[in-house]
């Protein structure tokens, strides 16, 4: 909702950094939701994993190529 006034006029839209908008609220969220008694996370998170999986490869099968084999 904090963003709606930056709607007002469409044909200024592309010059705004959403990207990075969207990062900087997803990662205030994840520090609020670190927080003792939290229970909830606001923020699209399927959006952080997208992210998270494009960016850092750790944990992500490799299908560009195929599984080296085992040697003996």
């Known amino acids: 909702m904090c963003y709606l006034p930056l709607l007002r006029d469409l044909t200024q839209t592309s010059m705004y950094s959403w990207g990075s908008t969207v990062l900087a609220h997803l990662y205030r969220e994840l520090c609020r939701a670190s927080l003792d008694g939290a229970t909830d ?4 998170v399927t959006l952080l994993q997208l992210w ?3 960016r850092l490869h750790v944990g992500c099968p490799d299908f560009g190529r195929p599984p080296v084999p085992p040697t003996a």
């Open 41 to 44: 996370i606001a923020g699209c």
């Open 52 to 54: 998270f999986r494009e």
